[in-house]
Every structure is written in structure tokens, then in C-alpha cells.
């Protein structure tokens, strides 16, 4: 049974108890110092395998969007990857063409906006199809790229020009953070999530279903398409067709399917996992597949909140006994309590039991608590 509780939520301030969605400003001041210090500790080879697992935690996060957000499932996330990676290195890289030797701010952009709208315009049909359906059209997405635009030798010619990236990776790392923190804020986000939750509630308040899902696809698609423009340069020589082929796709899946779609420090905890844990296995000969697979194995048995998810449930679950403890209720009356209601709207909801009697309102140290009866589902 649902109740809410009037007054309470601005003593306890408990819009700030939102673990979820709270201020990323400590988590990215721990980082970049980390980021800054560490390094020069490291041999150029990790350094190298960090700053690509960086560049992962953008592909992720564009993920997450597309997966934990709209409720999609895209098996073409290394297919933007690479087709981003090659534009991305065909207009930065010294050629005969007058299409070559862009500046490279330029010619990741265009590489971005390619991944964006490959990504948007395969979410066009979603208008009529969902689940299933969509996932087929975004894995034709990826064999028609692999057997297009991979192929041809004028595009994955190579980068062919040096840039320092490994912090400008973390700057865009941080920004794709940033980002995704506050769309996932906006009422653009918000509607992305309701859209997740249940469609029809979402169309009924005016927010349509489709656009939404496009435009989920489209930032999500160049998110990952930022991730391939820095990728060029990271690798210098064209990288190998073969890391952006299907199988790649399920891998870069697995990452939000691991850390849930909850928390942005998950995922990029996991991004840097799944590029550092298969090199430091090498020696054992071990297919990073198999880390993907198991990882979506995992992440499924898990639940859709993945590992992140879980975490901030504990965490979550620690805090409101805290605070039913402070103001003498005893928790174990109350199993079930959700105290993080809307940040400013001075409400939370709660969970009670069928026995407890709702009739009567209780006030502790001059807060009013009023206790209201959902009434009754009927059920034909």
C-alpha cells in the first residue's frame, strides 16, 4: 500500500538523497587528480590501456542512453565506433584528396555527427516496431557497415598525423560526464526514463514516444561517435577492422549491462575494467569475448539495475534507516520505504503494511505527517 508523507521531506532534506543523480563534482575531482598523478607512475603501455578505457566509458554512457534509458537494445555500438574512428582519420590525415588534411577539431566533428545520425536514422522505424525488431535493425546496421564503408581502403587508411590525446581523452571524458548527468536532469531525461517505464503514460502527458526514442538514439550514437574521433589519434596507424565488428558490439553492450545505467562512476569504473582485465589475462590466452559474454551473463542474473544499481539500493536502503531511526519510527514496521521523492517538492513516498491503521495523522517535533490511502485497484 502507497501512502505519502507531507512535511517530513524538508526537514530531512531529502531531495539530496538521490545517490543516483547527486552532484558529480567530488567523484570528477577525485578523478582527474587520480588521472593526473597516476600516470607518470605507469609505463607508457598502461597509461595507454587507461585512456582507452576512458574513450570506453563515452562509448558506454551513449549506451546506457540508448539501453537503460529509451529501453532499446543496439548491436551497432563498434560499427559507429569504427565508422566514426575512420571519417574521424579520412579528413584529419594528409592525402592527395582535397577532402584530406582537415584541422582536427573539424574532422571529429563531422566523424561525431556521421555516428549520430547513422544512429538516429536507424531509429526512424521505431515508430511502428520495438523489442526484437529493433535490435535486428541495428545489427543489419553493423554487417552493412562492415561490409561498406570497412571495406573500402581509402576510408581506414590510417590518422597519418600525431595528437597529444591521452588528456584530451580525459577532458572528454569528464565533458561526456557532465553531459549525460544533466540531460539526465532535464525533462528530456526524465521523459527518456518515463518513456522506458511505461509508453502509454507517456504519451498521455503529451510526450511522444517516437521523437524521444530518435533523439535517444541520435545522442546516444554521438556520444559513441566522440569516443571514435579521439580513438584515431589514440592509435595512430588505422586500427584493425576486426575491433569493430559484431562480436565487438555484445562487448561494448555488456558494460552498462554490468554497471547498470544508474550511475555514471559504474560505468566508468567497468569501461576501465573491460579494457584493462583482458591484457593483464593475456598470459592465460584468454579471449576478451569471454569477458563480454560473462559479463552479460552476469549483468542478466544481476538484474536491470546492474552491479551499480545494487550498490546504491544498499546504500539507499542504509540511509533511510538512518533516518527513521532519527525520528524514533522503527524500521522493521516499515519494510518497504522509498525517501528519495522529487528533490524540492517537500513529498516522499512510502510503503507501509496492510495492518497499519492510516486514519490518524502523527506529528513529531512540530512536522505535520499526513498519511493518505491510495484507494483500491478494481479488478475485472
Known amino acids: 500500500m502507497l501512502s505519502k508523507v507531507s512535511g517530513l521531506a524538508g526537514k530531512l532534506n531529502l531531495g ?88 582536427f577539431i573539424p574532422a571529429a566533428i563531422v566523424g561525431i555527427l556521421f555516428a549520430a545520425f547513422l544512429s538516429g536514422l536507424v531509429a526512424l522505424p521505431t515508430a511502428r516496431f520495438s523489442g526484437i525488431y529493433v535490435m535486428v535493425l541495428t ?60 509508453k502509454r503514460a507517456a504519451a498521455a502527458v ?36 576486426v575491433q569493430f565488428v559484431a562480436f565487438q558490439s555484445l562487448f561494448l553492450l555488456a558494460i552498462p549491462v554490468v554497471a547498470g545505467t544508474r550511475t555514471l562512476l559504474g560505468i566508468a569504473s567497468v569501461s576501465i575494467a573491460f579494457a584493462l582485465i583482458p591484457q593483464a589475462l593475456e598470459s592465460h590466452h ?17 538484474g536491470p539495475g546492474g552491479m551499480g544499481g545494487n550498490l546504491l539500493e544498499i546504500l539507499q536502503k542504509k540511509k533511510e534507516v538512518a533516518i527513521l531511526s532519527a525520528i524514533g519510527m522503527d524500521p522493521a514496521g516499515i519494510p518497504e520505504v522509498d525517501l528519495t521523492g522529487p528533490a524540492g517538492n517537500g513529498h516522499a513516498e512510502v510503503k507501509v503494511p ?6 490518524e495523522e502523527a506529528a513529531t517535533d512540530g512536522e505535520e505527517i499526513v498519511l493518505r490511502r491510495r484507494p483500491p485497484r478494481l479488478r475485472a
Not at 156 to 179: K, Q, S, W
Not at 288 to 300: D, F, H, K, N, Q
Open 16 to 103: 539530496k538523497l538521490n545517490l543516483g543523480g547527486g552532484s558529480l563534482v567530488p567523484a570528477i575531482v577525485a578523478f582527474v587528480a587520480l588521472a593526473v598523478i597516476v600516470p607518470p607512475l605507469l609505463a607508457d603501455y598502461w597509461v595507454f590501456l587507461v585512456t582507452a578505457g576512458l574513450l570506453t566509458t563515452i562509448t558506454a554512457m551513449g549506451l546506457a542512453i540508448i539501453v537503460g534509458w529509451v529501453g532499446e537494445v543496439t548491436l551497432a555500438g563498434a560499427g559507429l565506433l569504427g565508422a566514426s574512428v575512420y571519417v574521424t582519420g579520412y579528413f584529419y590525415r594528409v592525402g592527395e584528396s582535397r577532402m584530406n588534411g582537415w584541422p
Open 139 to 198: 545489427l543489419g546496421l553493423q554487417i552493412t557497415l562492415e561490409r561498406t564503408l570497412f571495406s573500402f581502403p581509402w576510408i581506414i587508411g590510417g590518422f597519418g598525423r600525431n595528437v597529444i590525446v591521452n588528456r584530451l581523452c580525459l577532458a572528454a571524458a569528464v565533458a561526456a560526464g557532465l553531459f549525460v548527468n544533466a540531460l539526465r536532469k532535464s525533462r528530456h531525461g526524465r521523459a527518456m526514463n518515463l518513456i522506458r517505464t511505461d
Open 206 to 241: 503529451g510526450i511522444s514516444p517516437w521523437r524521444y526514442k530518435i533523439l535517444a538514439f541520435a545522442i546516444g550514437g554521438g556520444l559513441i561517435g566522440v569516443a571514435g574521433a579521439f580513438t584515431a589519434p589514440l592509435y595512430r596507424s588505422p586500427p584493425a577492422i
Open 286 to 302: 584468454l579471449s576478451p569475448y569471454l569477458l563480454g559474454g560473462i559479463g552479460l551473463i552476469a549483468g542478466t542474473i544481476v
Open 354 to 359: 496492510r495492518d497499519i491503521d492510516l486514519a
